[in-house]
């Protein structure tokens, strides 16, 4: 019984570290991803970029993980390829390089599509595999995974500001060390990976791998479209904060980079702290409480922020990220609940559509500040959050878990 115990014990503490290791995965990848459009007036002055050229450079770092993340999400439910989580950090180091390197707008195109194919083998993966690791505490398991994305993203506008900007373009070749260590990481994590999706442990969590239809696909859609709306509000708002607001903040106060990237750094850290929260508060609350809490409740401050000075900003910043990031660990959970037996795939759509809605709206909002300035843009984007008053009409928590109650009655029947 005793050796029992120590297996068990050992299996849990493995498990953890291996939840502990996919999330700072996400943190380096995340980093990466996140100091891209940080550095963004860098690139506009060396290669006298318009803003619509900035915005196709985000949209085509977004829209390449937005196409690819629902396919290997689908495809590796029915197969999972261990060796995926290595091999798309490998294609995050090679983006890296490029971008140090990249003499013209085609090649800043090309190696922001090398990082957004990275993140695109990552998050379903990676979201399997905390799944995986905390199987029966998924909100947490998820939580966990996305503050290490959220810490990668806070301190993406330092790395920016210390790093880069001193350096300029070359400065990108030290955040090839970081992929290096992430490929190691994600060598290990594989490893972990490969044992626990073998046939016979595959098939003592058959509910994972396979889908008992528990709604209608009207009502799904009809979840589906809300929480998709949520998304849209959501990435689109934050596109607009992290790739530009930058310029608004310079222009405005006649500050250097340095100083509005304070601003970012703000946003992302108190994000990092809301999603850490979120899973819990979800928990005692409800999780359709959450989720328009997190896109609602931002609104009040997004609304202020075009009116406030310097530090004002930097203090509605805070509250922003920490009210607006809550949420999106829960919407995935969410909707995983829902669709038992497509973990991977809705993670992988979710993750995808987060990033596509925010390229795209990257290159609108650029068009729109080659028109009409950055002011105007900021002042409607604000308006965003509103769009949380939808949530109101997402199912309550109470039809989600009766229906996973009943489905586990009937399985062990």
């Known amino acids: 019984m005793s050796q029992q115990n120590i297996a068990a014990d050992t299996s849990k503490n493995t498990a953890l570290a291996v939840l502990l290791g996919v999330s700072a995965a996400h943190l380096l990848n995340d980093a990466m991803q996140s100091v891209v459009p940080a550095v963004f007036p860098l690139f506009q002055q060396n290669m006298q970029l318009s803003y619509a050229e ?44 490029g971008l140090a390197l990249s003499p013209s707008f085609f090649y800043l195109l090309l190696s922001a599509a090398l990082i957004g194919v ?33 810490t990668g993203q806070a301190f993406a506008p330092l790395m920016a500001a210390f790093i880069i900007i001193p350096q300029g373009q070359l400065g990108f070749l030290w955040f090839t060390l970081l992929a290096g260590i ?7 994590i594989s490893r972990w990976y490969a044992v626990q999706t073998r046939p016979a442990k595959v098939s003592q969590h058959s509910s994972n791998v396979r889908d008992d239809s528990r709604f ?10 809300i929480l998709i709306l949520m998304l849209f509000s959501k990435f689109v708002y934050l596109a607009s904060m992290t790739g530009y607001y930058s310029f608004y903040y310079m222009d405005k106060f006649h500050l250097p980079l340095k100083n509005a990237q304070i601003c ?4 992302q850290l108190a994000g990092m702290v809301g999603t850490f929260l979120g899973g819990p508060l979800a928990d005692r609350f409800g999780r359709q409480k959450m989720i328009w809490f997190s896109i609602l409740g931002t609104s009040p401050f997004s609304l202020l922020l075009p009116y406030a000075g310097p530090v004002g ?21 969410y909707a995983q609940e829902m669709l038992p037996g497509h973990v ?23 068009s729109l500040m080659d028109m009409h300035g950055v002011e105007l843009m900021i002042r409607v984007c604000a ?22 109650s009943g489905e586990n009655r009937a399985h062990t029947l």
Not at 119 to 126: A, Q
Not at 216 to 225: A, C, D, M, Q, R
Request: with cysteine.
């Open 216 to 225: 209608s696909k009207p009502f799904i859609v009809y979840v589906l479209g």
């Open 54 to 97: 900035i915005g196709w450079v985000a949209f085509t770092l977004n829209i390449t993980a937005s196409i690819l993340q629902p396919a290997i999400g689908y495809v590796t439910d029915r197969r999972p390829i261990p060796l995926l989580l290595p091999l798309g950090m490998l294609f995050t180091l090679l983006g890296m390089a």
């Open 313 to 333: 900003s930097v203090i509605l910043c805070m509250m922003i990220g920490a009210v607006l990031m809550s949420g999106f660990s829960v919407i995935i959970v």
């Open 264 to 267: 970012i750094f703000t946003l």
């Open 344 to 366: 991977g795939t809705v993670a992988g759509l979710f993750f995808g559509l987060s990033f596509g809605m925010g390229g795209l709206g990257s290159v609108i909002m650029g």
């Open 383 to 404: 308006f965003l959050p509103l769009l949380g008053l939808f949530a109101l009409l997402l199912p309550k928590d109470s039809v989600i878990m009766g229906a996973t």
């Open 182 to 188: 992430g490929i190691g990481l994600q060598l290990w």
């Open 118 to 150: 990275g993140s695109s083998v990552l998050h379903p993966e990676s979201s399997r595999v905390a799944h995986l690791a905390m199987h029966q505490r998924k909100g947490l398991a998820q939580s966990v995974f996305q503050v290490g994305g959220n």
